[in-house]
């Protein structure tokens, strides 16, 4: 399959231990805002999303924490498992038909 | 259930041929969305319908791409004399409804490549 990969920051990670994800979107005025995984050769996948209401949201192994004074964005994963390999993409929602844009992504390599 | 499919998977094409990107969303969907997406980068928007009707077109390149959604289901990006620079993955995404928060349901992707 294709790799989407090439030239992104990487974040290498120990299975077991936490992996931090960090992005910093643009428009102050979103109001909504995703986090993708994507392994290669697929399509991005939807893993978790936060209103601009909200500063923190909980799912299964995952946690987003939005950060609107500085627009920064950021995705925890607990005990990183070597199926959460990925590129993880952050996407913010930049008008109400639900337009996204999407951060430059991170790679994140677990290792045994 | 299925999921959202596209057509061809790969297209190899000479610059200056015309091309044909089909999308078939998940069944009840009334949103679509075309995106693009370069090696190493996310998708960039191209364009949204919401049932037949383009909302948005604001992403589209130039006047050598454009898109239609007739009957408010399957979607046709179509790049007239294509150029080397049009080489990309080509997505689609669908959702329930684009007037509200909903999740995006992104298809395989459409590689193609401009010779």
């Known amino acids: 399959g294709e790799s989407v990969g090439l030239h992104l920051p990487t974040l290498s990670v120990q299975e077991g231990d936490n992996s931090i994800i960090n992005c910093a979107y643009s428009n102050s005025a979103s109001d909504y805002f995703i986090w993708y995984k994507q392994e290669s050769g697929k399509g991005p996948q939807f893993i978790i999303d936060i209103r601009s209401n909200m500063d923190k949201r909980q799912g299964q192994r995952v946690t987003v924490l939005l950060n609107k004074t500085v627009k920064h964005l950021s995705l925890q994963i607990a005990a990183t498992q070597p199926g959460d390999s990925a590129v993880y993409f952050c996407?913010?929602?930049?008008?109400?038909?639900?337009?996204?844009?999407f951060g430059a992504g991170t790679q994140v390599v677990v290792t045994p | 259930g299925a999921g959202v499919s596209q057509s061809p998977r790969y297209k190899v094409t000479k610059r200056g041929q015309d091309v044909a990107l089909r999308c078939d969303p998940i069944?009840?969907?009334?949103?679509l969305y075309w995106y693009r997406q370069a090696l190493g980068q996310g998708p960039e928007f191209l364009t949204y319908?919401?049932?037949?009707?383009?909302?948005?077109k604001s992403g589209l390149p130039n006047d050598r791409f454009s898109a239609e959604r007739p009957e408010g289901s399957i979607s046709t990006l179509t790049i007239q004399r294509t150029e080397q620079r049009d080489s990309a993955m080509y997505r689609c995404?669908?959702?329930?409804?684009?007037?509200?928060?909903?999740?995006?349901?992104f298809g395989p992707g459409t590689r193609l490549t401009v010779l």
């Open positions: 319908f919401n049932y037949e009707a383009q909302q948005d």
């Open positions: 069944s009840g969907h009334v949103s």
């Open positions: 995404a669908s959702s329930l409804e684009g007037l509200a928060v909903n999740e995006q349901f």
């Open positions: 996407a913010e929602q930049t008008d109400s038909w639900g337009k996204l844009q």
